[in-house]
């Protein structure tokens, strides 16, 4: 049962699903009470879209084994994506136990909401996350004494043009110059629980005021109608990657579309993809002139739409 509820999970990470969905049912066939086979489930019927399943699986491996962090964090994903933040970002804090160890060893505790303290705020997950979840830190500095912000490096312009008026904040990038003096920890993504924020309250959060970054229009073909940005590659760290990224190569059909012309938002190794495939003298290379996500930005005012992969 063992063996074939870990074919399954690795199965899921190949995004086979129908065969992780054969292997995983043929565990439970034999052992019934098989945790993290429903846990694996619970994955594979929220890559398909069954969130209703996804959730029933993920509280049912939860309930049989509640000390596993690995099933918690499942059962987090799931009630995200059933809509329950609140509920489900409070379960995700067992991440730390689950694969973030180092920050339990950080030098202060974890912050729980108090007032007037000095934190430590730093990134734990992607930059999407992180830009997404900043739209919190306004409440936070609200209730701080001061916030010291460590960031991507990508988004730190970004950041600390849209939080200038937060005078009770430093915004850095990562890696950090050593622990600055601060009174307790938390992440940008564990600023909900900490702050103690109801679901409502999540998705009323607004979201950041983005400045009018500008970057100039000499890269756009002067010819074409339809201006189109392409991004096909997420991180490769992200357990859900097989699942979201796509080959560029995917894109061309589009071109069937007349007067568009696109080009290529995609940043990192996956860039080099675009000359591999042969694929450069369709989708102009903008990756040269694109430092940080101010500069993705800057690039996007100027397009009609953008076609892009599941990432920040």
Known sequence: AKGLCNMGRELYRMGLMDEARRAVNDALSIDGNMAPAYCTLSMIEMIDGSIVDSLAYAVRAFNLDPSNPAIEVQLAFSLMHAGEYAKGLWHFERRFEYRLRNF?????????????KILFLVSDQGIGDTLSFSRFLPMAAARCK????????????????????LTNINIVPS??????AADCWSTFVGLPTALGLTNQEIKDAPNIAIPAFHIGTRWKAPDRQLHVGVAWKGSPLNDIDQHRSFPVTHLL???????????????GPAAKELHDA????LIWDLAPQIRDV??????????DLVVTCESA
């Open 104 to 116: 339990l060893d950080y030098p202060y505790p974890k912050w729980t909401g108090e007032d007037g």
């Open 146 to 165: 001061f916030i010291h912000c460590v960031v991507h490096p990508e988004l730190a312009r970004l950041l600390r043009a849209s939080f200038q008026r």
């Open 253 to 267: 059909d589009l071109y069937r579309v007349p007067g568009l012309q696109f080009y290529s938002l995609q940043v």
């Open 294 to 303: 101010a500069d993705t930005i800057a690039i996007i005012r100027e397009l």
């Open 278 to 281: 042969g694929c450069a003298a």
């Open 175 to 180: 890696p950090p110059n050593g622990f600055p």
